[in-house]
């Protein structure tokens, strides 16, 4: 079964930074886009940003200029660099990947259990 873990959050101050990370395990043959999205209580869950597998990337308006994804292939994992952070901010974020587990190729998108960021002014 693939799975999706990610660590890095936790409470943080307005301004402060937090990196987070999301490796993906399991029968993986290949991975496609992965992303980040968030929920904050009451809200809808919304996409952060995004990559794809040769590295073109995409932020919602709200983060971009201070947050910025990456990706490392060989290691089925990424990360989400986050700065100047804000109240708003505050949120469960996920991490989101289309994997294909085996060839011939057959994508289906897998999500993590979620990391709290809390933004404490």
């Known amino acids: 079964q693939v799975q999706l873990v990610e660590s890095g959050g936790g409470v943080v101050q307005t301004g402060g930074s937090l990196r987070l990370s999301c490796s993906a395990s399991?029968?993986?043959?290949?991975?496609?886009?992965m992303a980040w999205h968030r929920q904050a209580p009451g809200k809808q869950r919304e996409l952060v940003a995004s990559i794809t597998r040769g590295g073109t990337t995409r932020y919602a308006d709200s983060v971009k200029g201070r947050f910025r994804i990456s990706r490392d292939n060989a290691k089925n994992t990424i990360y989400l660099q986050m700065n100047s952070l804000k109240a708003e901010d505050t949120a469960v974020y996920y991490c989101n990947a289309d994997v294909s587990p085996s060839f011939p190729m057959s994508y289906r998108p897998y999500w993590g259990q979620g990391t709290q960021v809390t933004v404490s002014s």
């Open positions: 399991g029968p993986i043959f290949n991975i496609n886009g």
